[in-house]
């Protein structure tokens, strides 16, 4: 009997996105995006200051509906290129912003991955990647991502995308890349996880 080939779905096939509003006071949201194959995750945002906000306090009223929930580290907040080596800008389009006229999050990270040279992405994965976004930006913003190289081998960088003229901070990142071989990008490519 031989293997069939997996079956591509779309997006919306796989995960599903609700919003429960758990402080109607001051309007803040819970957006949970769950996975068909039964995981969530989760994102607290007060409307308000357009923030991520802590989970557990706004779980006392919810707690009896899951699990204990684990105690999570404050995430590291990132520093800024001391001696960035490369500058790249952008200016902001039509289909760089969502629906509340603010860039998608998933842009920036387009941005920080389109200023590494082209040939790390044909050598090497990210392994790992992180951003603390810091503030938004909006349609015809001009836009700056510096980058230091951290190290070269195995390499990583740290980037600072900002608004230029002003230059506020809009988010940081820090990427490590790790080697993989021919052969083996080709079978991860082929038979993805």
Known sequence: MSESAPMKTSWEDEYS????????KNEVFLPV???????????VLDLKSRKPQKIEPLFKHLRHL?????????????PAPVQPK????????YSDIDIHHHVNNIK?????L???????????????FEINFL???SYEDAISIQTETLRESPPAFLHCVSREGEGKELCRARAGWKRVNHHERNREEKYPQ
């Open 86 to 93: 490369s500058k790249k800008s952008y200016e902001v389009r």
């Open 33 to 43: 995006l769950w996975s068909h194959m039964q995981e969530t995750a989760w994102l």
């Open 17 to 24: 996105i609700f919003f429960y509003e758990v402080d109607t």
């Open 135 to 137: 503030a938004e930006s």
């Open 108 to 112: 920036y990270i387009e941005w920080i």
């Open 66 to 78: 899951f699990d204990p929930l684990p105690t999570a580290e404050e995430p590291e907040k990132l």
């Open 114 to 128: 389109d200023s590494v040279p082209f040939e790390m992405n044909q050598t090497h994965q990210i392994q790992p």
